[in-house]
């Protein structure tokens, strides 16, 4: 990164939380934190962050340009075609390759709104009058509409979004093997590192929890009794919040069973292994902790964790990727198979169950996105047995 080019770090707020400032040459933009402030108020904390990321982008782009972006948007004037054209250029490709159609779409809607709040503010502190007023409506409109165009040409000749992939009986088999403490393919050397991995994944596949839901569990969230459960939570206190990876609950509270054989496991855990992580005065009430200072894990140390068990095994041979997103899809088609299987629920409990389960709105189209796989094999379950009684 060149001397003084745009940046986003995180900041702590009073509360515990955090939230993304985007600071040029070393100073917060103010024209960008009001936009964080305001936008804050309408989407979710991963969202606000993927946003702000998507904006240091223009940024960036004009300060390779010796352009000020605040200087530009403050005339008030339309984007014109070259600049939306580049922009876009800039906007559609990550590390050289041209970005998926669902991040485009996210930088569509993020600039899209960081432009419309830039001409309201820089408007509203003109006082125009009501003919100008029109007019700085006008381009703001034609600066949106200029961009999205090209992003859009650009979105449909992008690769479709990859869907996470489910894991099979096979590959879900070749995990156990893989997290097992015993394993040698297992790739982590220390036993505690590895019996709070194998405890980390079990919870994934049990829970179908997201990441920033896994690393912000509590002790007091698992219960190992007669029928033990995992309870995730909608809000949480300030202490989750210490590590500036953006954690947030991005979810609606719910409280999950879990298997006796997990129950046993994580009591080990708890008893032995996890006493490994902790370290003098520097106690933390989260269920999973890292080996660096004894807190909680951040989302990116549950990837490096994924990555590495991707590594090995079966897995290293390449054409499956174990990931976050493939891993909570694979809970949540093993949950739906199960439930289709007691064949006890209708279509509509059904629905609420897995949107339950999921932590997902009531009637949510992630239900039959994430349990895509175990729909298909129920329709052609049902035409197979259709077509078997025609042909008797």
Request: with cysteine; glycine share 6%; hydrophobic share 40%.
């Amino acid at each position: 990164m060149l001397p003084g080019e745009p940046r986003v770090r995180r900041l702590r707020n009073r509360d515990g939380s955090s939230r993304p400032v985007l600071l040029v040459g070393e100073m917060p933009s103010v024209l960008s934190a009001l936009w964080v402030q305001d936008l804050a108020l309408q989407v979710r904390p991963n969202t606000l962050d993927a946003y702000a990321r998507d904006v240091l982008i223009v940024y960036r782009w004009a300060y390779q340009r010796d352009l000020c972006l605040e200087t530009r948007l403050g005339t008030l004037r339309a984007l014109n075609g070259p600049e939306c054209r580049d922009i876009a250029s800039t906007l559609t490709s990550v590390a050289n390759v041209m970005a998926s159609q669902s991040t485009i779409e996210r930088r569509i809607a993020s600039i899209s709104s960081f432009i419309n709040f830039s001409f309201d503010l820089f408007s509203e502190l003109a006082c125009l009058s009501p003919e100008l007023q029109l007019q700085c409506d006008r381009n703001k409109a034609l600066s949106v509409r200029r961009l999205a165009k090209h992003m859009k040409f650009a979105k449909n000749n992008a690769a479709p979004t990859i869907p996470s992939q489910v894991l099979n009986g096979v590959q879900q088999a070749a995990l156990q093997d893989i997290i097992s403490p015993e394993s040698d393919l297992n790739p982590f050397k220390k036993r505690h590192v590895r019996v709070r991995n194998q405890c980390l994944v079990q919870v994934m596949l049990e829970t179908g929890v997201r990441r920033a839901e896994l690393v912000l569990l509590e002790l007091a969230d698992v219960y190992l009794g007669a029928s033990p459960t995992i309870r995730i939570r909608s809000s949480i206190n300030a202490g989750a919040r210490c590590r500036r990876d953006g954690a947030s609950p991005k979810t609606r509270s719910r409280t999950v069973p879990i298997t006796s054989k997990l129950a046993r496991r994580l009591s080990g855990y708890l008893e032995r292994e996890r006493l490994e992580f902790t370290q003098r005065n520097r106690l933390s009430v989260h269920l999973f902790l890292s080996e660096l200072d004894g807190q909680r894990l951040s989302v990116t140390a549950v990837n490096h964790v994924l990555r590495k068990l991707g590594s090995a095994g079966v897995f290293a041979k390449g054409g499956t990727r174990l990931h976050p997103h493939g891993i909570r899809s694979t809970s949540a088609t093993e949950a739906r198979r199960l439930m289709d299987a007691a064949g006890k629920a209708s279509h509509s409990e059904l629905e609420e169950s897995l949107s339950y389960f999921g932590g997902w709105a009531p009637g949510s189209r992630m239900v039959r996105r994430y349990t895509r796989e175990a729909v298909s094999e129920k329709v052609g379950r049902l035409l197979r047995e259709e077509r078997r009684n025609n042909d008797e």
